[in-house]
């Protein structure tokens, strides 16, 4: 059944999930193993320490926290909304 | 240079310091003045908190020194691996809407103060968990305050200099801290962290605009720290702590520990609606991770070019000074990434716990330097405001301590027909109590050269965070899965405990700092965080005696 506004919970459930395997995903990828993906090698070139002059972990930290702040963000316009007083 | 070198910011720091604390202290008559009688107004001030009252003193019962000197000094020690420890905070932010939602809405319904009041309800534990649970708010709040307490000295130390600077400084705090949450409890509590959160959400990010301006702008602070060593700008960091594992488990149970410690949890209580921790969840994430992000964790990064670790050789690689019995000796990166402890540049300190100090050092030298006049006053305000995180922390883990001892020992278990006025006097006594134990400790950790029960800020936040993370698992289970036991429980929480307690400073006081255990529990600590670890176990034991109980 296609989500509509006559049935928010279903909808708010689905988008829930959505947003915690997004959030979960930043978690682990930003501060997690996923850093071993961007990680330089111990004998790479200096240059490849850097992305865009920040240094790369630096760049993929600011990227994750991005993925984790519009989560947040939307799960409080979303999901969090029809509980308030 | 010395830090007598360092810029003199005259008799400044004495008359903003001054006018900030009575400041404080009107604050704490203010609240005192609006008290209504009984108990839930002490302390959850009359569960009517807006949500720019709750962001703030969420916020500023989360940000402490280690957040103000510890998360720094760890960047200035470890490089940028460190920094990406600020993406727990927005975990930390999700946390206080969908846990505090349903804490706030348990509290109101049923009446609870603390936390032990809503999981022994649940589990029907009138005397073991909730003397547990009163430990773990017993075992977070004591360390956090002293290390509040040691963060004061340090500052007074930076700021007036002097033989006895140290000692006045975590004197005054702690007696100043303890007068207002006496006199005024909750309220107060709230007011004053609601000006210490702007104040030190304002500190932070000009302390690292100061630290980028110190070197030139942007531009010129980044393309410093490329040249940065190798091991500053990549995993694990400079001691090779903190590989990609272990930040991940310290980032969850770092945010999850610290939003469910009793100060936090007493905050759920004390909001008025979801509507307040709804927008406190969005205010927090964005804004304090942004704080931590371009602010202090970019003095410890620029601290790295302004006061450097490493020495460069001759063949590209860097050098090192290590403490060896006393004694300051160099050594090569791969020496110090296997476990080394480097000492940080003289003009900082001479001892490897003096990282914490780069944040004061960067701000008193560089702010007036780039600024003048006004770099005075600036650095004056941002230094008062590394107090103001200090005290807001202590604040909170006081006040809440108070509850807890109060609540769930004295009127719980010692005396359940104690009078409200009775319990409200007992409560101000333990937060006299526990303040002179807190201060105690610093100055016994500072005067014995064997006996360091404190060490760098940062550590000792951790372990505080690791045992109130051994009540998530029954926090958890209490509020969405309701399937554990009341058995399950208690020993799950007590083996979690004991596993946080074999990390601790205790195991080698107790064993010998080179016994076999100390050795296990130090590789262990390698590979994952301590609340991790306790919490694996906790969860464990926790499952298999619900289980086994409910086949019986």
Same mark, same amino acid.
């Given at each position: 059944m296609e989500p509509t506004a006559a049935n928010p919970t279903k909808r708010h459930r689905r988008l829930g999930l959505v947003l915690f395997a997004v959030f979960a995903l930043a978690m682990v990828m930003g501060p997690g193993p996923g850093l071993r993906l961007v990680n330089p090698e111990p004998t790479a070139a200096r240059e490849s320490l850097l992305f865009l002059g920040l240094p790369v972990i630096y760049a993929w930290g600011l990227f994750w926290y991005g993925v984790q702040a519009a989560v947040v963000v939307t799960a409080c316009l979303t999901i969090w909304k029809p509980s308030d007083d | 240079m010395d830090t007598a070198a360092t810029t003199d910011l005259g008799l400044l720091p004495h008359y903003c310091l001054a006018g900030y604390l009575l400041l404080l202290l009107g604050i704490g008559l203010w609240g005192f003045s609006k008290r209504q009688a009984g108990e839930e107004d002490y302390y959850l001030a009359g569960r009517g908190q807006g949500w720019m009252l709750s962001s703030l003193t969420i916020m500023a019962t989360f940000f402490s020194s280690a957040a103000m000197l510890g998360a720094p000094g760890m960047v200035y020690k470890e490089g940028v691996v460190f920094a990406l420890f600020a993406l727990n905070v927005p975990l930390s932010g999700a946390m206080i809407y969908v846990l505090g939602n349903r804490i706030r809405e348990l509290g109101r319904t049923h009446g609870h103060v603390t936390p032990a009041d809503l999981i022994c309800s649940h589990y029907g534990s009138p005397v073991a968990l909730r003397c547990l649970v009163a430990l773990i708010g017993f075992l977070y709040a004591v360390p956090y305050v002293v290390i509040q307490i040691q963060a004061g000295g340090i500052i007074s130390s930076q700021l007036f200099g002097?033989?006895?600077?140290?000692? @006045?400084?975590?004197?005054? *705090?702690?007696?100043?801290?303890?007068?207002?949450?006496? @006199?005024?409890?909750?309220?107060?509590? #709230?007011? /004053?962290?609601? =000006?210490?959160?702007?104040?030190?959400?304002?500190?932070? *990010? %000009? &302390?690292?605009? $100061?630290?980028?301006?110190?070197?030139?702008?942007?531009? $010129?602070?980044?393309?410093?720290? #490329?040249?940065?060593?190798?091991?500053?700008?990549?995993?694990?960091? /400079?001691?090779?702590?903190? /590989?990609?594992?272990?930040?991940?488990?310290?980032?969850?149970?770092? &945010? *999850?520990?610290?939003? @469910?410690?009793?100060?936090?949890?007493?905050?759920?209580? $004390? #909001?008025?609606?979801?509507?307040? =921790?709804?927008?406190? &969840?969005?205010?927090?994430? %964005?804004?304090?991770?942004?704080?931590?992000?371009?602010?202090? !964790? *970019?003095?410890?990064?620029?601290?790295?070019? +302004?006061?450097?670790?490493?020495?460069?050789? $001759?063949?590209?690689?860097?050098?090192?000074?290590?403490? @060896?019995?006393?004694?300051?000796?160099?050594?090569?990166?791969?020496? %110090?990434?296997?476990?080394?402890?480097? +000492?940080?540049?003289?003009?900082?300190?001479?001892?490897?716990?003096?990282?914490?100090?780069? !944040?004061?050092?960067?701000?008193k030298r560089h702010l007036p330097e780039l600024l003048g006049p006004t770099g005075l006053l600036l650095a004056t305000l941002v230094i008062i405001a590394i107090m103001a995180a200090a005290m807001s922390t202590a604040d909170s883990n006081l006040h809440a301590l108070s509850a807890v001892l109060t609540r769930d020992i004295y009127a719980g278990i010692l005396r359940p027909n104690a009078s409200e006025k009775s319990r409200l006097w007992v409560g101000r006594g333990v937060i006299a109590a526990a303040t002179l134990l807190a201060l105690g400790m610093v100055f016994v950790s500072r005067g014995s050269e064997s006996f360091d029960p404190i060490g760098m800020i940062m550590p000792m936040s951790l372990l505080a965070i690791a045992f109130s993370s051994q009540l998530l698992p029954v926090t958890f289970d209490v509020l969405f899965l309701k399937r554990g036991s009341r058995q399950g429980a208690i020993v799950g929480i007590v083996a979690g405990m004991l596993v946080v307690l074999m990390f601790s400073p205790l195991l080698a006081i107790v064993t010998g700092s080179d016994s076999a255990a100390v050795g296990l529990f130090a590789r262990l600590k390698q590979i994952a965080d301590i609340g991790f670890c306790g919490v694996a176990v906790n969860v464990s034991v926790f499952a298999l005696i619900s289980i086994i109980g409910k086949r019986n």
């Open positions: - | 002097g033989e006895h600077a140290f000692e @006045i400084g975590a004197c005054l *705090l702690s007696l100043v801290t303890m007068l207002y949450i006496m @006199i005024g409890g909750m309220r107060s509590v #709230a007011w /004053t962290d609601a =000006l210490q959160g702007t104040l030190l959400m304002g500190g932070m *990010l %000009l &302390a690292g605009a $100061a630290a980028v301006a110190a070197l030139g702008g942007p531009s $010129a602070f980044f393309a410093k720290v #490329a040249e940065l060593p190798r091991t500053s700008l990549t995993v694990p960091g /400079t001691t090779g702590s903190f /590989t990609p594992e272990k930040l991940f488990t310290l980032c969850i149970f770092g &945010a *999850l520990g610290s939003m @469910i410690q009793p100060a936090q949890w007493m905050r759920f209580y $004390a #909001a008025k609606s979801a509507k307040a =921790l709804r927008r406190s &969840a969005v205010i927090f994430t %964005l804004g304090l991770t942004a704080c931590f992000l371009f602010g202090v !964790m *970019l003095v410890g990064l620029g601290g790295q070019v +302004l006061y450097p670790v490493a020495k460069p050789s $001759a063949d590209g690689t860097f050098e090192y000074q290590v403490q @060896i019995d006393g004694q300051a000796v160099a050594v090569s990166e791969a020496d %110090l990434a296997d476990g080394g402890k480097p +000492l940080p540049h003289p003009d900082i300190g001479a001892g490897p716990r003096d990282f914490d100090k780069i !944040m004061v050092v960067v701000l």
